[in-house]
């Protein structure tokens, strides 16, 4: 049912985009790959951004579903070391496609490391969002704000039924 | 909880227009501003702003001001100003004839990223130069904007906060080209910049009115693709925002 769903919004959306996009062209055996990855293991923002809570570390990036929407992703903004995110926050920006996106911090905290391969290689947001695509790593102030934050199967669903939304 | 999000799905999608003339590049960006606040909350609805700066200058959120030619003094003496913004994209012009729409809209009430974004607004100018038999396409990868064979007639920058975008789209209807040479236009260098004037012998309308053609192409694009019905206003509450 959910894959059936998914494939439809995938066809409205392939409707819809111009002729350059190369999605209309992938064999059936790859629908699969239109399926943004959700991760298990990670918590999801309602905008995108995922946590991987690891004892008193809380790493921070954005999603498959995420890059995906975005496209090639070309200068990252990201904050300093010792610096403050709040919930709910912006905490840097993305370039992608001439448009610049905000990212949301999913938690509160100190910005304890910075992903400083994203200045030279931007990309790795969009080749590798959950592992090498990392941006910043906290000291989470308030660890309850983890439990508002979607699990894997909620996080999955919510993209379905945002992209189903038009 | 469900009637709620029925009414939702079956009350028309509005957009409101407004036709702001010339204004000054910092009053446009503040009231921008205001409008995505605005946005954000709920308190208006999705919303387009059509108009046209004065000679400025603008550079993206890069700041790559190795593109501009020549020191910032002699911009001003060529009467023009220069600005930086949150914006995505690389330095460009804007100035008299040079068609600007700014749409405020909220991407996640229509389920879109900024990737399918950036190709409407291409694809709406795309529409427009057609009508008047331009035959412009899409960029290549690295080079968003439409293009004239290799000359580029129109520019996209967008900044996306909380989902609710910002800045947008020019496209040049007739503006003095020459102010392009002083600047490496979007970063790209070897490549000309064109205007509608240029390309066509077709009889070009007012500025204003072309201005409206091209928005209505954005909305086509957006909107009539989804079966939803616009409603476009011009607020009369313009004079609240004083353009110079």
Redesign the interface.
Known sequence: MALRMWASSTAN?L????S??KSHLLPAFSISRCFSSVLEGLKYAN?HEWVKHEGSVATIGISDH?Q?????VV?V?LPEEKSSVSKEK?FG?V????????I?SPISGEVIEVNTKLADSPGLINSSPYEEGWMIKVKPSNPAELESLMGPKEYTKFCEE????? | MIMDDLQKMRSPRTLEVWKLGTVNYLKSLKLEDKLVSDRKANRIPDTLLSLQHPPTYTL???RTDHNLLIPEAELKGLGAELHYT????DITFHGPHHAILYPIISL?????????????L??SMIEFASVYRVKAR?GH?GE??VWVGDRKIGA????????ITSHGLAFNIDPDLKYFEHIVPCGIADKEVTSLRRETDTMLLHSEEMMMLCGRKILHSFWT??RRSIKTNSPSGLTRFNPV
Request: glycine share 14%; proline share 0%.
């Open positions: 959306a409707k819809l985009s111009s350059a996009s905008s995420a995906d929407h975005l496209g090639e200068f903004e912006n920006a370039e992608s496609v001439k448009a610049t996106s905000e949301i945002e992209d189903a939304a038009h | 993206g959120k890069r949150q914006r995505g994209g996640r009430s229509i389920g879109i990223g900024a990737r399918n974004y950036v190709e409407t291409e694809r899409a990868k968003t904007g996209i920058g967008v900044r996306i906060s909380s989902g693709t989804r």
